[in-house]
């Protein structure tokens, strides 16, 4: 062959351009071939492929250390075989709010009402990612108000604060400080002033993400916004009516945000693109209508949304302001693609009572127009028949009492119904079921099998019965993509109430019977 006269390093170019699926069918064409795709370069980049990673190309780690790390990880979550395990503790005093992003533990600390925070504690996990090999924690100083809610992005060494103004004031201030210090961020511009209207307030409830530069805002389900939390520009407002509210948003990508209509006839998926330019900031367009499925026997009482920010590959690591202390960040980050969104929807009927049903969507599903769709006005509307088939739905998937759930790119950890607390694992990733369905759910692509003891099995969705709710309807347009692969872990305290993940591992927080007690477990 012609082709393979050419010196072995531009063949690993050119071999880099296909697709992990046809590098996958190159591996057998002949030996030749087959010993090139062995190498580091190509094995790495068929890898990524299968688990539904980019490559952060400007991360300083080297690639045969990027292919060692990217199997140690899949291997950690598809066995649940985590050879670390470490414990943490934390001070008494009940705990507000808290979040983990890239190796970074943050807990809010109650003030004296439900809503408010007064302080926040972090701490840093050790991370295979940028050789931290020691934890540490730290304690940010008091706010100097309380606060109602809190996020944040450690690769720019961000720390985002809601302080709620007053109903009179109409308006919610959002803070920027460094992770570090605690101090205002100093590339921030200073305090957002998030204009409201008579009668919101963030003690109804508040949602906050941050997706690099942009920061989006829902507070009580009526005012949304995206600012720039660099420029303290405005890209989007939007402000509702209590009949038509907005349940909950997600950053679909680096310009794109959905907001979860559920209180309309029939609910819907609206998904805008707004402005990323700060020169004409506010050009937000209505691209299109996911509609969910409509019946009128049933009402929709509540939609909660679970998703992580789309990862922006472009921000190298963050040192810490004013000490030698380097936050994570990964060379290996999730495909826009194959993100998930998790939905959990509350229905009310005269037949059904009160039920919950779960919708697991994938980002490729929200990126792609169906054909058949109509356009109208400039925004396509899309009726659910032509993408609720790329959906999974299963109604017993949350325990209705206890919908806690944590999402990185296609995987997610929520806690069992076990009467020993364990967690459970539920992957997505439509490459890694067709191959537990091929070669069986005790191999992966990152190993042959695992000698240690697992719970692993492939969930379908479910068949339909005789009643026709809304979810068993659903459930009939089920596919192959929406399958997913499961793992269970158990969590040595029975106190355990919260489990989450990020890239390279998950912590389950539990509560003991006296406040000195508090710690978590990481894994």
Request: contains cysteine; negative net charge.
């Given at each position: 062959?012609?082709?393979?006269?050419?010196?072995?390093?531009?063949?690993?170019?050119?071999?880099?351009?296909?697709?992990?699926?046809?590098?996958?069918r190159a591996q057998s064409i002949c030996k030749a071939v087959g010993k090139l795709c062995s190498s580091t370069a190509l094995q790495y980049h068929l890898l990524l492929g299968i688990a539904g990673y980019e490559d952060v190309s400007n991360h300083p780690m080297p690639i045969s250390q990027r292919l060692e790390l990217l199997k140690?990880?899949?291997?950690?979550?598809?066995?649940?075989?985590?050879?670390?395990?470490?414990?943490?503790?934390?001070?008494?005093?009940?705990?507000?709010?808290?979040?983990?992003?890239?190796?970074?533990?943050?807990?809010?600390?109650?003030?004296?009402?439900?809503?408010?925070?007064?302080?926040?504690?972090?701490?840093?996990?050790?991370?295979?990612?940028?050789?931290?090999?020691?934890?540490?924690?730290?304690?940010?100083?008091?706010?100097?108000?309380?606060?109602?809610?809190?996020?944040?992005?450690?690769?720019?060494?961000?720390?985002?604060?809601?302080?709620?103004?007053?109903?009179?004031?109409?308006?919610?201030?959002?803070?920027?400080?460094?992770?570090?210090?605690?101090?205002?961020?100093?590339?921030?511009?200073?305090?957002?002033?998030?204009?409201?209207?008579?009668?919101?307030?963030?003690?109804?409830?508040?949602?906050?993400?941050?997706?690099?530069?942009?920061?989006?805002?829902?507070?009580?389900?009526?005012?949304?916004?995206?600012?720039?939390?660099?420029?303290?520009?405005?890209?989007?407002?939007?402000?509702?009516?209590?009949?038509?509210?907005?349940?909950?948003?997600?950053?679909?990508?680096?310009?794109?945000?959905?907001?979860?209509?559920?209180?309309?006839?029939?609910?819907?998926?609206?998904?805008?693109?707004?402005?990323?330019?700060?020169?004409?900031?506010?050009?937000?367009?209505?691209?299109?209508?996911?509609?969910?499925?409509?019946?009128?026997?049933?009402?929709?009482?509540?939609?909660?949304?679970?998703?992580?920010?789309?990862?922006?590959?472009?921000?190298?690591?963050?040192?810490?302001?004013?000490?030698?202390?380097?936050?994570?960040?990964?060379?290996?980050?999730?495909?826009?693609?194959?993100?998930?969104?998790?939905?959990?929807?509350?229905?009310?009927?005269?037949?059904?009572?009160?039920?919950?049903?779960?919708?697991?969507?994938?980002?490729?599903?929200?990126?792609?127009?169906?054909?058949?769709?109509?356009?109208?006005?400039?925004?396509?509307?899309?009726?659910?028949?032509?993408?609720?088939?790329?959906?999974?739905?299963?109604?017993?998937?949350?325990?209705?009492?206890?919908?806690?759930?944590?999402?990185?790119?296609?995987?997610?950890?929520?806690?069992?119904?076990?009467?020993?607390?364990?967690?459970?694992?539920?992957?997505?990733?439509?490459?890694?079921?067709?191959?537990?369905?091929?070669?069986?759910?005790?191999?992966?692509?990152?190993?042959?099998?695992?000698?240690?003891?697992?719970?692993?099995?492939?969930?379908?969705?479910?068949?339909?019965?005789?009643?026709?709710?809304?979810?068993?309807?659903?459930?009939?347009?089920?596919?192959?993509?929406?399958?997913?692969?499961?793992?269970?872990?158990?969590?040595?305290?029975?106190?355990?109430?919260?489990?989450?993940?990020?890239?390279?591992?998950?912590?389950?927080?539990?509560?003991?019977?006296?406040?000195?007690?508090?710690?978590?477990?990481?894994?």
């Open positions: 062959m012609l082709l393979l006269s050419l010196p072995p390093e531009i063949l690993t170019q050119i071999f880099l351009n296909l697709e992990w699926h046809d590098l996958l140690k990880v899949e291997f950690s979550f598809n066995y649940a075989n985590f050879g670390q395990k470490e414990r943490f503790s934390f001070e008494g005093g009940p705990i507000s709010s808290h979040d983990l992003q890239d190796g970074i533990y943050i807990q809010g600390r109650r003030g004296r009402h439900q809503n408010e925070t007064i302080r926040a504690d972090v701490h840093q996990l050790p991370s295979s990612f940028s050789d931290i090999n020691d934890s540490r924690s730290w304690k940010l100083p008091n706010f100097e108000k309380p606060i109602q809610n809190l996020t944040l992005d450690p690769k720019q060494d961000l720390l985002i604060l809601i302080e709620d103004i007053s109903e009179e004031h109409q308006r919610v201030l959002l803070h920027f400080k460094s992770l570090t210090t605690g101090e205002p961020h100093p590339l921030s511009s200073g305090s957002y002033v998030a204009q409201t209207k008579p009668g919101v307030s963030t003690d109804s409830g508040s949602i906050i993400a941050v997706m690099g530069p942009f920061v989006g805002l829902l507070c009580d389900y009526q005012i949304y916004t995206i600012c720039n939390w660099k420029t303290g520009k405005t890209h989007m407002e939007l402000s509702t009516t209590p009949d038509d509210e907005i349940d909950s948003f997600f950053f679909l990508d680096y310009d794109q945000v959905g907001l979860i209509r559920g209180q309309r006839s029939p609910a819907e998926i609206e998904m805008c693109k707004f402005g990323t330019c700060d020169d004409i900031p506010q050009s937000t367009e209505l691209v299109a209508k996911y509609l969910l499925p409509f019946d009128g026997r049933l009402r929709y009482l509540r939609v909660i949304c679970r998703s992580d920010p789309p990862p922006m590959t472009t921000i190298g690591t963050s040192t810490a302001l004013g000490s030698n202390l380097a936050y994570s960040n990964p060379p290996f980050v999730p495909r826009m693609e194959d993100r998930i969104i998790v939905m959990n929807i509350s229905l009310s009927g005269d037949e059904i009572g009160i039920q919950s049903y779960p919708i697991v969507i994938r980002g490729e599903t929200l990126m792609t127009i169906p054909e058949g769709a109509k356009y109208t006005d400039g925004t396509y509307l899309i009726p659910s028949e032509l993408w609720m088939h790329q959906t999974f739905s299963e109604p017993t998937l949350f325990n209705r009492a206890n919908y806690a759930c944590f999402v990185y790119g296609s995987r997610l950890v929520k806690m069992t119904e076990d009467p020993i607390f364990g967690v459970t694992f539920l992957d997505f990733n439509p490459r890694l079921v067709a191959w537990a369905k091929a070669k069986g759910c005790n191999t992966t692509p990152y190993a042959d099998g695992c000698d240690k003891p697992f719970n692993r099995w492939i969930l379908e969705s479910v068949e339909p019965s005789d009643r026709a709710t809304w979810g068993e309807r659903t459930s009939k347009r089920s596919v192959i993509a929406t399958r997913f692969v499961t793992e269970r872990l158990r969590v040595e305290a029975w106190e355990a109430f919260s489990a989450m993940l990020d890239g390279e591992r998950f912590i389950a927080i539990y509560v003991g019977l006296i406040p000195l007690a508090n710690s978590a477990l990481m894994y």
